[in-house]
C-alpha cells in the first residue's frame, strides 16, 4: 500500500464537513458532529501523551467525551475501513492507518474492557469496545473494504450501511451452498489447468489467479429470479472469457476444443472471423428451480472497455423488447473490467455517466473489475493517479465494495447485496475483487521479466480452490471422498469431450463452424434493388397534420408558430419546397405509421444544431416539451428524440448497441459537427464497419455527419469522408453525399425496406438544410425512389467534359456553369459512393462521348473527399485518366 494512502481518499469530503462544522456544529448531520467531536477531543493533549497534562479521573472519561469519541469511533471505520482491509491475497501483511488508532480517538488499551454503545452503531447495543472494534473490523475492515460514504442521498447510504451491518447477525451458510461455491471454484481452475497442459503455448488469457469471479457470476445467475431479473447482457474482455463461455454461458467444451485444433482455419467462410475470445454468445440457463435467465455476451473486440456502452445500448434494446422500459428490473446489464482499463480508459467515464440519464438508462448496472494489480506489465502506481482503480465511479456516487478474490463467502455476500441495491434503487454498483494474474498477459508473455518478485510470490501461492477446499476440508464440511468426487467429474468430462473432439477432427468442416454456438446472426447478401419508397399524398397530409396540430392549452412561441406550422401549412397546399428539417419529419413520420420506431439520438438533436429540426416544441409559460411525431395517428409507432451527453464514443456506442438488438427500429446517431465523430473512432472502426465481417453482427445505425466547405474553418467542415471510404470493402456499409431533401427521405425509408441491413453514413448539408434549390416538390415524396447516382438533366451541346461530383459541389458547379453560360459539360452526381452502383454510373457516362473528358470534382482538398476512393475505381471502370478539380494537398 502506497505511505500515503491514508490521507488520498475522502480528504475532500472531511475538511469540506469539517470547515462546516467548526463554523456551525448544526450544519451537518448527527453523524458528522459526532466523529468530528471525537477528533476534537482525541487532539487534547491529555490524550496525546503530552507530560504536562494532568491524568483525568476515569468516571469522566465515561461522560460524554467518551461517547463523543465511540461514536467518531464508528464514523471513521465506516469512512476509511476499506483503507486497511484485508482484501489483497498477495499481501503480506494488513495495511495500516494511523487515523484508525486508538490513540487518534483519545482512547487507550485500557479503555477496551469499558462497556460502550453508540447510537449510530447495531441499535446502541451494549458491548466492550474491544468488543465493538473487532465487530466494526469485520465489518469494514476484513475481506470486504466499502466505501460508500460519497454518495449524498441519505436513504441509499442507509441502505448500504445498514447491509453491511446487518451481516453479522445472519445464519450460518449452508453446506450445500458452500460445496456449491467449491464447485464454481474448482470448476474454473480445473479447465484453466486442462487447457494449459492440452494445449501448451496457446493463447486463451487465462482466468487462473482470478477464478472468484466464477464464484461472482454463479451466485448473480441463483439470485436473478428471485430478484425478477429475466436476462443478463454482459460484456467482457478477453481475460478469462474461455471460462466464462464454458462454465457460464455453457458454451459446447466441444466446441471450444475444436477452436484450439489445428483444423480450425478462420478463412472458411465468408467474412473474417475472430479469435475465440472475442465473439459473442447467447444461451438461456436453466436453473435448479425450474426458472429460466437468458444470457447474451456482446462480441468484443481487442479495445478495452469499448464494447461497454455497447453492452449499454443492446440492455436497452432488450428492455424495450420485454416490455420492461419503467422499471427496467427485467434485464440486467453486467459489465467485467479490468482494473488498469476501468482506470485508464476514458470510455468508462463516458458509460457512466450515461447511467441515469432518461435516454441512456438501463436501471443501473453490476460492474465487476477483475483486479490484478497490474496491465500488460504495468503496475497501478504507473498506471493511475487515484488510489483505487475504481475511483472513477465516485463520480455516480456507486457503491464500491472492495473484495478479497480467495474469499467465496465475501463475494457471495458483496454480489447479492449488488444485485439487490441495482433492483431497489436502479443505480450502478462496483464489485472491486482483488486477484492476480497467474500468467503474463497471455500464455507465452513472461511476466517475471518485469515483475520477478511479484511473480515468486505468485508461483508459490495455492490457488483459490485449494485454499477454499482446506478450508472445507478442516472445517468438517465436505470429506476426502467427496472432493475427489468432484474433482474427478470435472476432469472427466473434460477429457471425454476432448477425446469427442479429437475423433471428428479430420472430419469435413462445417461452411459456417467458426460461428457456431455465437450469436452470428446471417441475411441476405447486399443488392442494389430498391424497394418502393414512396408514399401517397394521403400519407403526406397526414403526418403535415399531426406535424401542425397544436395541443389545447398549450402556448407556443409565435416565431416557432410561423415557422413550424403556419409555413408547413403553405408548404403542403404550394406542393412545396420540402426542405430538409421536413423532408426528415416526412420520412419518420411515415416509417411511425408503418409501424416502424425511430431512435435518435445526438448532441442538441431536438432542436438540431443548426435550428433545421425542431423536433420538440416547448411550451412558453411551463417549458413543457411536446413532441408532433409522437401524436400523427392513434395507431402508430413510437420515436424517441435525445439531446445526448457531450460524448461521441459512448453515445454511438450505446446507440450501435440498441441497434444489434432491435434491428426493426431506424436507430439514428447525429453528431453534432462531422468532424466530431473522430471522438468515436474506436467504435466505427471496431464495431461498425467490421463487425458483420467478424463476428457476423449485422447493424442498421445510421450516422449523420454535418460534411461542407462554408468558410468555418477546419474543426467544422468535414466530416472526414475519406476515412469511412477508406473502411469500406465487401458491402460492409453504405457510405452517401446527398444533394436533395427528397434524397434523404428516400434513402431513410429504403433503410428499412429491405430484407438485410447496412449501416448507413450520411454526409447531411449544413448551407443545403434551407436552400430552396435543395428542396423537393411533393410529387418527389410520392413518386420516385432513392437514386444512387443522379445523371445529367439539362439539354447540352456536344460534351467534352464529363463531370462527377458528389454532394454540395454540384450545385457550385451548377452556378458556375449556367454564370459562365458553359454548354459542354455535363455534371453527374454520385449520391452514393459506397457500394459503387458501377452499372448505372456506367449508363450515365456512355450517355456521352466517349472522347469526352472525365473528370473528378470535389469540394475538399486532394488528399482528403472522394478522390483517392473514386479515381481507382473510374480508371478501371472507363479505362481513361481522370482529371481532378480540387483545393491543393492540406492537413
Known amino acids: 500500500?502506497?505511505?500515503?494512502?491514508?490521507?488520498?481518499?475522502?480528504?475532500?469530503?472531511?475538511?469540506?464537513?469539517?470547515?462546516?462544522?467548526?463554523?456551525?456544529?448544526?450544519?451537518?448531520?448527527?453523524?458528522?458532529?459526532?466523529?468530528f467531536e471525537g477528533f476534537e477531543l482525541g487532539n487534547l493533549p491529555m490524550r496525546n501523551g503530552a507530560a504536562t497534562a494532568a491524568a483525568q479521573p476515569r468516571m469522566e472519561i465515561r461522560e460524554s467525551p467518551l461517547q463523543t469519541r465511540i461514536d467518531s469511533l464508528?464514523?471513521?471505520?465506516?469512512i476509511l475501513g476499506h483503507t486497511i482491509a484485508r482484501v489483497n491475497p498477495l499481501a503480506d501483511k494488513r495495511p495500516e492507518?494511523?487515523?484508525?488508532?486508538?490513540?487518534?480517538?483519545?482512547?487507550?488499551?485500557?479503555?477496551?474492557?469499558?462497556?460502550?454503545?453508540?447510537k449510530f452503531f447495531l441499535d446502541n447495543r451494549q458491548m466492550t469496545l474491544r468488543e465493538m472494534i473487532a465487530l466494526l473490523d469485520r465489518i469494514y475492515a476484513s475481506s470486504i473494504g466499502a466505501e460508500f460514504q460519497h454518495i449524498q442521498n441519505t436513504r441509499i447510504r442507509d441502505w448500504v450501511r445498514h447491509r453491511l451491518e446487518s451481516r453479522m447477525s445472519q445464519p450460518a451458510v449452508p453446506r450445500e451452498t458452500q460445496i456449491a461455491l467449491l464447485r464454481s471454484?474448482?470448476?474454473?481452475?480445473?479447465?484453466?489447468?486442462?487447457?494449459?497442459?492440452?494445449y501448451v503455448g496457446q493463447k486463451r488469457f487465462s482466468l487462473q489467479g482470478a477464478e472468484g469471479l466464477m464464484v461472482v457470476l454463479d451466485t448473480l445467475l441463483q439470485k436473478c429470479p428471485e430478484d425478477g431479473v429475466e436476462e443478463i447482457c454482459m460484456g467482457m474482455a478477453h481475460r478469462g472469457r474461455l471460462n466464462v463461455l464454458a462454465n457460464f454461458l455453457k458454451k459446447s467444451l466441444q466446441v471450444i476444443f475444436t477452436e484450439f485444433t489445428e483444423n480450425y482455419i478462420p478463412d472458411l467462410v465468408a467474412g473474417d472471423g475472430d479469435v475465440k475470445y472475442h465473439l459473442?454468445?447467447?444461451?438461456?440457463?436453466?436453473?435448479?428451480?425450474?426458472a429460466e435467465v437468458e444470457i447474451r455476451l456482446s462480441a468484443n473486440p481487442s479495445h478495452l472497455e469499448a464494447v461497454d456502452p455497447v453492452v449499454e445500448g443492446t440492455a436497452r434494446a432488450r428492455q424495450r423488447i420485454r416490455d420492461d422500459t419503467e422499471h427496467r428490473r427485467k434485464v440486467l446489464p453486467l459489465l467485467l473490467h479490468g482494473d488498469a482499463a476501468f482506470a485508464g480508459q476514458g470510455i468508462v467515464a463516458e458509460t457512466l455517466n450515461m447511467s441515469q440519464l432518461a435516454g441512456y438508462s438501463t436501471g443501473g448496472t453490476v460492474h465487476v473489475v477483475v483486479n490484478n494489480q497490474i496491465g500488460f506489465t504495468t503496475l497501478p502506481e504507473d498506471a493511475r493517479s487515484s488510489m483505487y482503480a475504481?475511483?472513477?465511479?465516485?463520480?455516480?456516487?456507486?457503491?464500491?465494495?472492495?473484495?478479497?478474490?480467495?474469499?467465496?463467502?465475501?463475494?457471495?455476500?458483496?454480489?447479492?447485496?449488488?444485485?439487490?441495491?441495482?433492483?431497489?434503487f436502479g443505480r450502478d454498483f462496483v464489485i472491486d475483487m482483488y486477484c492476480y494474474r497467474k500468467y503474463g498477459h497471455n500464455e507465452g508473455d513472461e511476466p517475471s521479466f518485469t515483475q520477478p518478485d511479484l511473480y515468486d510470490r505468485i508461483e508459490k501461492r495455492p490457488s483459490a480452490a485449494t485454499l477454499y477446499k482446506r478450508d472445507l476440508l478442516k472445517t468438517g464440511v465436505l470429506s476426502a471422498d467427496d472432493l475427489a468426487s468432484l474433482e474427478t467429474e470435472f476432469e472427466l468430462r473434460l477429457e471425454m469431450t476432448l477425446d469427442e473432439v479429437r475423433a471428428i477432427e479430420k472430419a469435413q468442416a462445417d461452411e459456417k463452424a467458426k460461428f457456431k454456438e455465437s450469436t452470428a446472426v446471417f441475411q441476405p447478401k447486399y443488392t442494389a434493388k430498391s424497394p418502393p419508397t414512396a408514399i401517397s399524398r394521403e400519407q403526406v397530409e397526414t403526418i403535415v397534420n399531426g406535424l401542425t396540430r397544436m395541443p389545447e392549452d398549450f402556448h407556443i412561441l409565435s416565431k416557432i408558430k410561423k415557422m413550424l406550422i403556419d409555413r408547413r401549412r403553405q408548404i403542403l397546399e404550394a406542393g412545396g419546397p420540402f426542405d430538409w428539417g421536413f423532408a426528415e419529419a416526412l420520412a419518420f413520420g411515415s416509417l411511425l405509421l408503418d409501424g416502424v420506431p425511430v431512435r435518435l439520438s445526438g448532441q442538441d438533436s431536438r432542436r438540431g444544431t443548426f435550428s433545421h429540426r425542431h423536433a420538440f416544441w416547448y411550451d412558453s409559460k411551463t417549458g413543457e416539451p411536446y413532441l408532433p411525431l409522437m401524436h400523427l395517428a392513434e395507431k402508430q409507432a413510437r420515436i424517441c428524440i435525445y439531446n445526448s451527453l457531450l460524448s461521441e464514443a459512448a453515445v454511438l456506442g450505446f446507440d450501435y448497441g440498441y441497434s444489434l438488438d432491435y434491428p426493426n427500429m431506424l436507430c439514428l446517431w447525429e453528431a453534432q459537427f462531422g468532424d466530431f465523430s473522430n471522438g468515436a473512432q474506436t467504435i466505427i472502426d471496431q464495431f461498425i464497419v467490421s463487425a458483420e465481417s467478424k463476428w457476423q453482427r449485422p447493424s442498421g445505425i445510421v450516422l449523420l455527419l454535418p460534411h461542407g466547405y462554408e468558410g468555418q474553418g477546419p474543426e467544422h467542415s468535414s466530416a472526414r469522408l475519406e476515412r469511412f471510404l477508406q473502411a469500406c470493402a465487401e458491402d460492409n456499409i453504405q457510405v452517401c453525399n446527398l444533394t436533395t431533401s427528397a434524397q434523404y427521405f428516400h434513402v431513410l425509408r429504403r433503410q428499412m425496406k429491405r430484407d438485410f441491413i447496412k449501416p448507413l453514413v450520411i454526409m447531411t448539408p449544413k448551407s443545403l438544410l434551407r436552400a430552396e434549390f435543395a428542396a423537393s416538390r411533393l410529387e418527389d415524396f410520392t413518386k420516385g425512389k432513392f437514386d444512387e447516382i443522379i445523371p445529367e438533366t439539362a439539354r447540352l451541346e456536344q460534351v467534352n467534359r464529363v463531370i462527377l461530383c458528389s454532394g454540395k459541389v454540384y450545385y457550385d458547379l451548377i452556378a458556375h456553369r449556367e454564370r459562365q453560360q458553359i454548354t459542354d459539360a455535363a455534371i453527374i452526381r454520385i449520391e452514393q459512393l459506397y457500394p459503387l452502383i458501377e452499372k448505372r454510373l456506367r449508363e450515365a457516362v456512355e450517355a456521352f462521348p466517349e472522347k469526352a473528358r472525365l473528370v473528378w470534382c470535389q469540394e475538399e482538398s486532394q488528399n482528403m473527399g472522394a478522390w483517392t476512393f473514386m479515381e481507382p475505381r473510374l480508371r478501371a471502370m472507363f479505362g481513361r485518366e481522370i482529371a481532378l478539380i480540387a483545393e491543393a494537398f492540406s492537413i
Open 1 to 35: 500500500m502506497h505511505p500515503s494512502f491514508a490521507t488520498r481518499l475522502n480528504l475532500d469530503l472531511l475538511e469540506q464537513n469539517y470547515e462546516r462544522w467548526l463554523k456551525d456544529p448544526t450544519s451537518v448531520d448527527s453523524g458528522w458532529s459526532a466523529f
Open 74 to 78: 464508528v464514523y471513521a471505520y465506516r
Open 97 to 118: 492507518n494511523p487515523l484508525l488508532t486508538l490513540r487518534e480517538f483519545g482512547l487507550s488499551d485500557k479503555d477496551l474492557d469499558h462497556v460502550v454503545s453508540s
Open 185 to 198: 471454484l474448482l470448476e474454473a481452475e480445473t479447465f484453466e489447468v486442462f487447457l494449459h497442459t492440452r
Open 280 to 290: 459473442g454468445y447467447r444461451t438461456v440457463r436453466k436453473l435448479a428451480e425450474g
Open 390 to 424: 475504481t475511483d472513477v465511479a465516485k463520480m455516480i456516487e456507486a457503491p464500491i465494495l472492495h473484495v478479497n478474490g480467495e474469499d467465496p463467502l465475501a463475494l457471495k455476500f458483496v454480489t447479492e447485496m449488488a444485485l439487490d441495491f441495482r433492483q431497489e
